[in-house]
């Protein structure tokens, strides 16, 4: 949700700084702040509410400089947006500190430093970190000492750096459910939140773990767990490049994304299939052995990711593997009953999903075989904590609104099906065609793009409208699901998603000429009782917007269908994603909201 970036150097760091907010822009945000110590020796801080536009305008404009500072994007928690509530926080000209996620004392210890004498500017949580550092070093502790006794009094979760203008020379920063990376250079040591942030200026990054604490300065490193005992981690290269992550002729990262689609979803399948064959051995040395022994899966996720695992489901089952699939956040607060040998997985854009660590976490607890990570980012925490890691390889995705990601989700938890399946009779026939499928899959997609110019015609009629209905049956309900997600998220137009058996049961009440329905008709087994359903709609005067098998005959009376060719039945709940993707995208551009970045809305959500 919130970026951080800082830096220590023997250069001005203030370039890079504003540099790693604009790469952190698509994290989602409604203010930005930066806060560096100058030539003079204090402490310069300026805000903005808004973009980080605003932010670098001012910064142009006052000729800020220094070899120190730290710069943030928030997103609203405590406090309404406003230039009081944005980071850096500061306490007088002391101390600044700038923090992603949330401290759940901070109530109590407001109320205990208020009673010492110390006055609150703002109304977020944030604030009693600077106020309570600064009451630490005025009691003659070093920055060092000051983070780990303050880590000691907080609650919550938190990754923050702090900057004092009586330590010159260095910053100190802490990681506790909130991820922080390192920035490795020759003379001069970054941090953020997000490798990408940096990506300009290193490729080389530590990744602090649970409860680090660490002081950065421009020659050195020192990092101390959460007992404080002195530890070494390791420095990682990134295969990244600063130029991944740019929009190039696209108009929006999300388009640009769509686009990638058939060149991820290769590169997904890269090593993993050869002649027929599932390669089960890239999933990692000791994968084999869960898998040989699993019996059940549960598979708990967020958002998008939640979709991808109800598709998988289907898949999952038909391969006769007991499988459950449950939100995270609701998971997490329940009792959950184990079956014997079941496998825990995990789904994750970013691999740093508050809730879905949660749940990880507390599924060590819980008598589970093993996790399993389906995974965007290698050097995520849910990556790092889980038995097994399956990366989908789907490379940066910056638009909030995740295509690629998704997809890419969907391929590896078709993997993920075919090794299970094997265990329970898969012939090699059998085996072929399904790799077959995943490997006709990357063409498949680069078709459905030859009908992009009609789904922006078809996108005309959404654009009046507040409401929408999508429908689907088996794995293409999930499906509708993905693409009412899709469409709610960036047009803003309120989109519901249902099992097309059940608009009798309520939704067929909303259906008037005002309320476009949306369904996927592959030519499968429910073909005949999805096209009932529609005749249902037809009948209340509904207008349909239909994406067909080309082998699929509709008889109904006024509906726009566009037909999708060489469908194969086992991946084409993935296929059948990017037309309703292309949808959503095209009915946000005509109503002019941010495409990449949604109101209200953050690429990663690291806080409960």
């Given at each position: 949700?919130?970026?951080?970036?800082?830096?220590?150097?023997?250069?001005?760091?203030v370039?890079?700084?504003?540099?790693?907010?604009?790469?952190?822009?698509?994290?989602?945000?409604?203010?930005?702040?930066?806060?560096?110590?100058?030539?003079?020796?204090?402490?310069?801080?300026?805000?903005?509410?808004?973009?980080?536009?605003?932010?670098?305008?001012?910064?142009?404009?006052?000729?800020?400089?220094?070899?120190?500072?730290?710069?943030?994007t928030?997103?609203?928690?405590?406090?309404?947006?406003?230039?009081?509530?944005?980071?850096?926080?500061?306490s007088?000209e002391?101390?600044?500190?700038?923090?992603?996620?949330?401290?759940?004392?901070?109530?109590?210890?407001r109320?205990?430093?208020?009673?010492?004498?110390y006055?609150?500017?703002?109304e977020t949580d944030?604030?009693?970190?600077?106020?309570?550092?600064?009451?630490?070093?005025?009691?003659?502790?070093?920055?060092?000492?000051?983070?780990?006794?303050a880590?000691?009094r907080?609650?919550?979760?938190?990754?923050?750096?702090?900057?004092?203008?009586?330590?010159?020379?260095?910053?100190?920063?802490?990681?506790?459910?909130?991820?922080?990376?390192?920035?490795?250079?020759?003379?001069?040591?970054?941090i953020?939140?997000?490798?990408?942030?940096?990506?300009?200026?290193?490729q080389?990054?530590?990744?602090?773990?649970?409860?680090?604490?660490?002081?950065?300065?421009a020659?050195?490193?020192?990092?101390?767990?959460?007992?404080?005992?002195?530890?070494?981690?390791?420095?990682?290269?990134?295969?990244?490049?600063?130029?991944?992550?740019?929009?190039?002729?696209?108009?929006?990262?999300?388009?640009?994304?769509?686009?990638?689609q058939?060149?991820?979803?290769?590169?997904?399948?890269?090593g993993?299939?050869?002649?027929?064959?599932?390669?089960?051995?890239?999933?990692?040395?000791?994968?084999?052995?869960?898998l040989?022994?699993?019996?059940?899966?549960?598979?708990?996720?967020?958002?998008?990711?939640?979709?991808?695992?109800?598709?998988?489901r289907?898949?999952l089952?038909?391969?006769?593997?007991?499988?459950q699939?449950?939100?995270a956040?609701?998971?997490?607060?329940?009792k959950?009953?184990?079956?014997?040998?079941?496998?825990f997985?995990?789904?994750?854009?970013?691999g740093?999903?508050?809730?879905?660590?949660?749940?990880?976490r507390?599924?060590?607890?819980?008598?589970?075989?093993?996790?399993?990570?389906?995974c965007?980012?290698?050097?995520?925490?849910?990556?790092?904590?889980?038995?097994?890691?399956?990366?989908?390889?789907?490379?940066?995705?910056?638009?909030?609104a995740?295509t690629?990601?998704?997809?890419?989700q969907?391929?590896?938890?078709?993997?993920?099906?075919?090794?299970?399946?094997r265990?329970?009779?898969?012939?090699?026939?059998?085996?072929?065609?399904?790799v077959?499928e995943?490997?006709?899959?990357?063409?498949?997609?680069?078709?459905?793009?030859?009908?992009?110019?009609?789904?922006?015609?078809m996108?005309n009629?959404?654009?009046?409208?507040?409401?929408?209905?999508f429908l689907?049956?088996?794995?293409?309900?999930?499906?509708?699901?993905?693409?009412a997600?899709?469409?709610?998220?960036?047009?803003?137009?309120?989109?519901?998603?249902?099992?097309?058996?059940?608009?009798?049961?309520?939704?067929?009440?909303?259906?008037?000429?005002?309320?476009?329905?949306?369904?996927?008709?592959?030519?499968?087994?429910?073909l005949?009782?999805?096209l009932?359903?529609?005749?249902?709609?037809?009948?209340?005067g509904?207008?349909?917007?239909?994406?067909?098998?080309?082998?699929v005959?509709?008889d109904?009376?006024?509906?726009?269908?566009?037909?999708?060719?060489?469908?194969?039945p086992?991946?084409?709940?993935?296929?059948?994603?990017?037309?309703?993707?292309?949808?959503?995208?095209?009915?946000?551009?005509?109503?002019?909201?941010?495409?990449?970045q949604?109101?209200?809305?953050?690429?990663?959500?690291?806080?409960?």
């Amino acid at each position: 949700m919130c970026g951080i970036v800082g830096a220590v150097a023997q250069r001005n760091v203030v370039p890079i700084l504003m540099e790693g907010l604009k790469r952190l822009e698509y994290r989602g945000y409604d203010s930005a702040g930066i806060a560096v110590r100058d030539a003079g020796g204090g402490l310069r801080r300026i805000r903005s509410v808004g973009k980080v536009a605003e932010l670098q305008g001012l910064v142009d404009e006052s000729g800020l400089s220094g070899g120190l500072g730290i710069a943030h994007t928030r997103w609203a928690t405590h406090g309404m947006p406003a230039e009081r509530n944005a980071h850096p926080h500061m306490s007088g000209e002391r101390v600044a500190v700038v923090h992603n996620g949330i401290i759940e004392n901070h109530a109590e210890l407001r109320a205990e430093l208020e009673a010492a004498g110390y006055a609150f500017q703002s109304e977020t949580d944030t604030e009693v970190i600077a106020h309570l550092m600064a009451d630490l070093l005025g009691q003659g502790l070093s920055l060092l000492e000051a983070m780990q006794a303050a880590r000691q009094r907080l609650l919550g979760a938190y990754g923050m750096a702090v900057i004092s203008p009586d330590h010159p020379d260095h910053m100190v920063v802490a990681r506790a459910g909130s991820p922080l990376v390192i920035g490795v250079g020759v003379g001069e040591h970054f941090i953020a939140s997000d490798v990408f942030a940096l990506l300009p200026v290193t490729q080389r990054f530590i990744f602090l773990e649970e409860g680090d604490v660490a002081e950065i300065r421009a020659d050195s490193v020192r990092i101390h767990d959460a007992g404080g005992a002195p530890v070494e981690r390791e420095v990682r290269t990134s295969q990244l490049s600063a130029s991944t992550a740019e929009k190039g002729p696209y108009r929006h990262y999300m388009l640009k994304e769509i686009f990638e689609q058939p060149a991820v979803i290769a590169e997904t399948l890269e090593g993993r299939i050869h002649q027929g064959r599932l390669l089960e051995e890239s999933f990692g040395h000791i994968a084999g052995t869960l898998l040989d022994q699993a019996r059940a899966v549960h598979i708990i996720a967020c958002g998008t990711s939640y979709h991808a695992g109800l598709v998988a489901r289907y898949w999952l089952e038909e391969a006769g593997v007991p499988c459950q699939v449950e939100v995270a956040s609701e998971y997490r607060y329940r009792k959950v009953v184990v079956p014997e040998d079941c496998l825990f997985v995990s789904i994750s854009q970013s691999g740093e999903t508050a809730d879905t660590l949660a749940a990880l976490r507390a599924a060590r607890r819980g008598g589970y075989l093993g996790s399993l990570a389906i995974c965007n980012v290698p050097e995520s925490s849910l990556v790092r904590e889980s038995d097994v890691a399956l990366m989908t390889r789907a490379g940066p995705e910056i638009g909030v609104a995740s295509t690629k990601a998704f997809t890419t989700q969907l391929v590896a938890l078709r993997l993920l099906t075919i090794a299970l399946a094997r265990r329970r009779g898969l012939s090699e026939a059998q085996e072929k065609a399904l790799v077959d499928e995943l490997e006709a899959l990357p063409r498949q997609v680069e078709v459905v793009f030859q009908l992009n110019e009609r789904i922006a015609a078809m996108a005309n009629a959404f654009s009046d409208l507040h409401n929408a209905l999508f429908l689907g049956r088996g794995p293409f309900y999930p499906v509708a699901m993905e693409g009412a997600l899709k469409l709610k998220e960036i047009s803003y137009i309120h989109a519901e998603a249902y099992p097309a058996g059940e608009l009798k049961h309520g939704p067929l009440a909303l259906v008037d000429e005002q309320m476009p329905v949306v369904c996927a008709l592959p030519d499968d087994p429910l073909l005949e009782k999805v096209l009932s359903n529609l005749q249902e709609v037809r009948a209340r005067g509904g207008e349909l917007f239909l994406f067909s098998d080309r082998s699929v005959q509709i008889d109904l009376d006024r509906y726009q269908n566009l037909t999708l060719d060489d469908i194969r039945p086992g991946t084409a709940p993935i296929v059948y994603s990017v037309p309703l993707q292309l949808l959503a995208y095209h009915v946000a551009v005509l109503k002019g909201t941010d495409v990449d970045q949604p109101r209200n809305l953050a690429k990663s959500v690291t806080v409960e």
